[in-house]
């Protein structure tokens, strides 16, 4: 059952910040309530890291209580409030018109009621207000009463908050999975029919979206409802054309909770481990999402390096330790793992690679140089390819602990190459 939110059970910081711009909202008159995502997670027991909050107050108001502010979409009523060491999202009250780009409203009429704003918000749990100074909750669309059913249901009619912002179905998915709620069906039909509107969203609203539900438990729940709902394809354009079907989700439930981005888009983006076929379709859906270079890195690292671990079953030593250098490789390790549980197949030998990278030290995975270009130059061999295979020769020797000290690295190099 859902807790009544309150405000005792907000961290001292985020508690602090709310009292003292409630008190100041209200030395004009008005009263700020916390909105949206803080009180929806209070009444489930979670611990919120940021919050919002909402008033009559205009932005212009609110710039002139508060000395340190940042307009954020002053024209939709949002200002930035600095205030008490930390930063809230001030909205005003608010009701909207249409909203032709499937994103903004088309025009906005500021409200003075939390039922006006209410009937403008996506879904019922996104519609609780608590009021910082008095505790008293808000819940003019019966959020409470959905969250004690575990139920997610829109705001009034689910096709038309769907048509304002076609991201919707995909936060509904999110908010399915990281909190373990059930669509209502009313509400999982809208999102099937509005669906198309997905591919019309930019990319980096989806990867956010993304990176909220692989950042959250329940990864695997979220990604079988854009399934069953059709939004993988409008989000993802050509991600049902890759091979695993059922059983990515079964690898995405494997991943330990939460999976994190890069292990989340490994699974979800990448070819099944049968073979390689598919890595360029997954290669162009990761590039389509635009994410940091050091994702995308990461993660196509690390189906290439899952592809060698597969390739290799009695890899030595030398092998070993340098996939564990790879920028993939412990994403692909997930990968191994994940795929494994979901095909039933033994997973020892990854656990067993997992612990041995774990046993060791820095200077066992990248060990010092034994020998100097100097070295080399003594024996004639100067800047070239075989002085690049020659280290090479002599790092495996090293890694299979063959070759430990500077002197019997001189003295393999003296077999190796004797000096002219």
Do not use: K
Request: net charge neutral.
């Amino acid at each position: 059952m859902p807790r009544v939110p309150t405000m005792q059970d907000l961290s001292s910081d985020l508690a602090r910040g709310a009292r003292l711009i409630a008190a100041r909202v209200a030395s004009a008159g008005a009263r700020a309530w916390i909105v949206g995502g803080a009180p929806r997670d209070l009444a489930l027991g979670l611990a919120p890291t940021e919050i919002d909050m909402a008033s009559r107050l205009e932005p212009e108001r609110i710039m002139e209580l508060f000395a340190r502010t940042t307009p954020l979409g002053r024209a939709f009523g949002t200002v930035i409030v600095h205030e008490g060491g930390v930063d809230v999202e001030h909205t005003t009250f608010r009701t909207e018109a249409t909203y032709s780009d499937a994103r903004r409203p088309d025009a906005v009429r500021f409200g003075a009621s939390v039922e006006e704003d209410a009937r403008r918000r996506d879904f019922t749990c996104n519609a609780i207000y608590l009021d910082p100074l008095t505790d008293e909750v808000g819940d003019p669309t019966g959020g409470l009463a959905d969250l004690a059913r575990r139920r997610l249901a829109c705001v009034g009619d689910a096709r038309e908050r769907f048509r304002e912002d076609a991201l919707r179905p995909l936060r509904m998915a999110r908010f399915a999975g990281g909190l373990g709620l059930e669509p209502a069906p009313e509400t999982a039909a809208a999102a099937r029919a509005e669906a198309a509107g997905l591919a019309g969203v930019s990319r980096e609203r989806v990867l956010r979206e993304l990176a909220g539900i692989f950042r959250r438990r329940g990864a695997a729940v979220a990604v079988g409802w854009m399934r069953r709902c059709e939004l993988l394809d409008p989000a993802l354009p050509g991600s049902t054309r890759l091979a695993g079907g059922e059983r990515r989700e079964r690898a995405l439930a494997a991943l330990p909770e939460p999976a994190g981005l890069e292990r989340g888009l490994a699974l979800l983006l990448g070819p099944a481990p049968e073979g390689l076929e598919d890595l360029e379709l997954s290669r162009a859906l990761l590039g389509g999402l635009r994410t940091s270079r050091a994702t995308a890195l990461a993660v196509e690292d690390a189906w290439r390096c899952a592809a060698a671990m597969r390739a290799e079953p009695r890899p030595g030593r030398a092998t070993r330790i340098r996939w564990m250098r790879r920028p993939g490789f412990e994403v692909a390790l997930a990968w191994l793992g994940a795929w494994g549980a979901a095909d039933g197949s033994d997973a020892a030998r990854w656990r067993e690679l997992a612990a041995e990278r774990a046993r060791l030290a820095p200077g066992e995975i990248e060990p010092a140089r034994l020998l100097e270009s100097a070295d080399l130059a003594l024996h004639g061999i100067g800047p070239g390819p075989r002085y690049g295979a020659l280290l090479r020769e002599l790092e495996t020797e090293q890694l299979e602990e063959r070759v430990r000290t500077r002197a019997e690295a001189l003295r393999w190099l003296a077999q190796r190459a004797p000096r002219a």
